[in-house]
């Protein structure tokens, strides 16, 4: 789907749905600093740092996973300090405080690990616009709306990180009338479109309330 369409009609019907919006945090809601994922493929005459954009370009299988090292995404402190100092990407925030001021949910659905971490620092990273004024996202966040999927202390389903995030959003059906992601990764908006398509195959009217966005860079 194309970004400029999420504003539709449908988004302001909030009235008649219980709706949910997941936001991706690296290169959607932020740009990360002084993190990154190192790797070391047989065709690698040394270890390459990669940021999570450029890790996001990467053809990761879970044969090839190996291959990467993911010890500054287990450092409680530079995870932390990764989200809290990082750059605002100010067109996703402002798409986000439009879904918020229409009376969507938010949560968090991130590749990353270290799950608690993850909440307390995105949630001290977080704003939105209430009037002409930055206001902390407080309440409006709350911890069981924020999956970090990778996390060392919980099991998450599927074998790839697009997959699991696939199966969150899954999970959330029951729950809510519409579940939608906005992800800069295409690789998750291609799994939350075959899963719409496996649904509508299957005859599953749910289908009709699962919604993938590419975020804006």
């Known amino acids: 789907m194309n970004f400029a369409e999420i504003i539709t009609k449908e988004l302001f019907e909030e009235a008649k749905h219980k709706s949910l919006l997941l936001l991706d945090i690296d290169d959607t809601l932020l740009t990360a600093q002084g993190i990154k994922i190192w790797r070391k493929l047989p065709s690698d005459k040394k270890e390459v740092a990669l940021t999570p954009a450029q890790y996001a370009e990467e053809n990761v299988t879970p044969e090839t996973k190996k291959y990467y090292d993911y010890r500054e995404f287990r450092n409680p402190d530079i995870v932390g300090k990764s989200i809290t100092t990082g750059i605002p990407i100010v067109s996703n925030l402002k798409t986000m405080d439009s879904y918020i001021k229409n009376g969507w949910d938010i949560g968090i659905l991130t590749a990353r690990g270290m799950e608690p971490i993850i909440f307390k620092s995105i949630k001290q990273f977080l704003k939105f616009k209430q009037g002409k004024d930055l206001k902390p996202i407080g309440d409006k966040l709350v911890r069981d709306l924020v999956f970090a999927i990778n996390d060392d202390n919980k099991k998450y389903k599927g074998g790839t990180d ?45 289908h009709g309330k699962l919604r993938a966005i590419i975020a804006k860079k």
Do not use: P
């Open 162 to 206: 697009f997959g699991k995030k696939t199966e969150v959003m899954k999970s959330l059906l029951n729950r809510y009338d519409r579940v939608w992601l906005i992800d800069d990764d295409s690789k998750n908006i291609k799994a939350i479109n075959d899963l719409r398509t496996e649904l509508k195959n299957k005859g599953d009217k749910r």
